[in-house]
């Protein structure tokens, strides 16, 4: 009798010894304004418009200025300011403001939030990269114009063909040196910087 009551002390020990930390983490509130989240909605500057609402998820429990937000508080947001990529290897970049967030029971408050990258860009790494392997052909592409044109210049016809000449040879090098695009995917990490918080009348 008493090796079965000290086994199942020693289970429940163990048990305890396990689950505790956990419950522990998943009750543990961050009290930084940093907001560990994912993207709700797909985010694609090259199609995007301003004012497009962007929404985000908190993926871990804070607490800030002595609001509780949870796991999997709702981050409404709205493109201010976006620039789509460019001829120029110009990256595609957008500014995002956050203004309100629902809580998990329905609760709104009012915010005044960003990404924590202010600006959001196209990878500066890929920028490079498609730099290095585009620019040499893009520089093949634009002395071609330029010969075609000279060619085309000595001639009245040739002239009259310049401005489609140059148009159809612009299209080309703005393709070449398109700055690349800034896309994420709904489960896409972010981190979010919370200024103010204020509780929504409505």
Known sequence: MTKKIFASL???????????PVLA?????????????????EFNINK??????????STQN?????VVIPK???FNGEIKHFKKGRWGYRRAKAIVKINNMILPNGETYNIKAFTKKHVLKGSAMANVGKGIISFPVALVVGAAGVVVII?????????IAIGPTTYAFGRIM?????GVNYKKHEGDEIQLKIKTIKHSSI
Not at 25 to 37: F, L, S, V
Not at 49 to 57: D, I, N
């Open 25 to 41: 983490k998943d009750n543990d509130y961050k009290t930084n304004n940093i907001i560990d989240a994912q993207y709700k909605t």
């Open 174 to 178: 703005g393709g070449l040196t398109h």
């Open 10 to 20: 020693l289970v429940i020990f163990i048990m305890n010894f396990i689950y505790l």
């Open 151 to 159: 060619v085309e210049a000595v001639s009245i016809a040739g002239i």
């Open 48 to 57: 995007a418009s301003k004012g497009e609402v962007v929404q985000f998820v």
């Open 62 to 66: 804070y607490q800030i200025d002595g």
């Open 72 to 74: 999997g508080t709702i």
